[in-house]
């Protein structure tokens, strides 16, 4: 019966090391998913307000993705204790992709979805639906983690420079910024989704530094 237990702990202790990479695979293959699905498939006062509150609610998303890459791994003792479970999984809601991004200087090429979720950002980039749309006049915000693996998700967007290329594609048109600005602002700076009613901007945001982020990394872009 030892042996029995100890053969199940050290079973659990190596699924418990493993499953940071299972949950990566798995992220990725949606991210996957949803370039597949791609491949075959007026901005008011009130609209500012909520793309604002979107803006400001993306500190909860970050420190979220960063608390959950830093909680710290269960012994196998821990691990095997049970725990309740839902009787009814809740089902699953379909990702659609409405455009895709492309940065060649950081070999980048991503999904973009409508709504900053911490769903939708696990394995995309998320339009803040509130901000302008793609290649109209005004600022368009695109969000996306700034995970540790290297090249995951926006993980080199520190790499971007003033004059690189950012290429946003939807099913209709296709559009190229270049971008004129890169900062770092403070996580209440909303100042970044400014706009004026000539320029077609693109504003890429995500968390600095990498590790315990306290700021926002802001790639500036227009065409």
């Not at 400001?56 to 970050?62: A, Y």
């Not at 479970?85 to 809740?90: G, L």
Request: charged share 25%; net charge neutral.
């Amino acid at each position: 019966m030892k042996r029995i237990l100890s053969y199940a702990l050290v079973i659990v202790g190596i699924l418990i090391l493993l499953y940071p990479k299972a949950n990566e695979w798995y992220e990725n293959r949606q991210q996957d998913k949803l370039m597949a699905t791609w491949d075959e498939a007026s901005f008011d006062v009130s609209a500012e307000q909520q793309a604002q509150q979107q803006y400001e609610q993306l500190t909860d998303l970050f420190n979220e993705q960063s608390a959950a890459t830093e909680t710290p791994i269960q012994s196998p003792t821990e691990a095997a204790t049970p725990e309740a479970t839902p009787t009814e999984a809740p089902k699953a809601q379909k990702i659609a992709p409405i455009a895709t991004i492309k940065i060649d200087k950081i070999k980048l090429k991503l999904p973009v979805v409508e709504g900053a979720t911490q769903k939708n950002m696990k394995s995309a980039t998320a339009h803040l639906k509130e901000t302008t749309a793609i290649g109209k006049v005004g600022n368009t915000a695109i969000a996306g983690h700034r995970m540790r693996s290297k090249g995951r998700l926006f993980n080199r967007l520190g790499e971007v420079e003033v004059g690189d290329k950012i290429v946003v594609d939807t099913k209709d048109e296709s559009f190229t910024y270049t971008v004129y600005k890169v900062s770092i602002v403070d996580p209440t700076d909303v100042s970044v989704l400014n706009y004026n009613n000539k320029d077609k901007l693109l504003t890429l945001i995500t968390c600095d530094p990498i590790v315990n982020p306290t700021h926002r990394l802001i790639i500036h872009a227009k065409i």
